[in-house]
């Protein structure tokens, strides 16, 4: 979760003929599938890809962080948005790139590099085919990825093990390699 703190602003009234001065206040904002599906939902495009390749005009990001606030709950959340200071975006935008998790998985194939593109429902798809609770939509979507992936490397355990032959030939290999580095025999 993110709290981001909206500076002070005061903006005119052309209905009421007056300035109206708004405080500062906290938001709390998330990355969750939830928001994700939300735009989704207006938009009709696979948000996450889009995020991944840098493909959102700037109204379509705009439109997802109005989806990533949870606190105050609203439903227009237009005042909100047009308060939004450069640092207030910079700092949604390094969260969006945030792992949010310490566990990092080493791939030979990276699994962003093919033409698919991964929506909402492809990720709940995967949880269900995974037996991930529901509850887990609310993490933060970086973290829910891994997670999965996690979930998914345990349950399969990866088919591409070298076979007890390649790994010999291989330490062969090695060992004879550091025996001209070294100039011995054995």
């Known amino acids: 979760m993110l709290r981001v703190l909206l500076p002070e602003v005061e903006w005119f009234d052309d209905e009421n003929d007056e300035f109206i001065k708004h405080k ?22 696979p948000l996450l ?16 962080f109005g989806f990533m606030i ?10 909100l948005l047009a308060r939004f200071s450069p640092e207030n975006m910079q700092a949604i935008l390094e969260y969006l790139g945030d792992s949010q998790t310490a566990t990092v ?19 709940y798809t995967w949880m269900i085919g995974l037996g991930i609770s529901k509850d887990f939509e609310t993490w933060n979507v970086n973290r829910l990825m891994t997670f999965i992936r996690t979930v998914s490397i345990e ?25 001209q580095k070294l100039g011995t025999r054995g």
């Open 70 to 79: 949870i606190d105050p709950p609203t439903s227009d959340t237009t005042e």
């Open 105 to 123: 998985i080493h791939e030979r194939e990276n699994v962003h590099s093919s033409n698919r593109f991964i929506t909402s429902e492809l990720v």
């Open 49 to 64: 890809t889009l995020l991944d390749q840098g493909g959102l005009s700037s109204e379509e990001l705009l439109d997802y």
């Open 24 to 45: 500062s206040l906290w938001i709390q904002m998330e990355h969750s599938l939830v928001s994700v599906s939300q735009w989704e939902s207006k938009w009709k495009k």
């Open 155 to 179: 349950m399969n355990p990866d088919k591409k093990k070298m076979k007890t032959r390649d790994v010999a030939r291989m330490q062969r290999n090695i060992n004879e390699i550091n025996r």
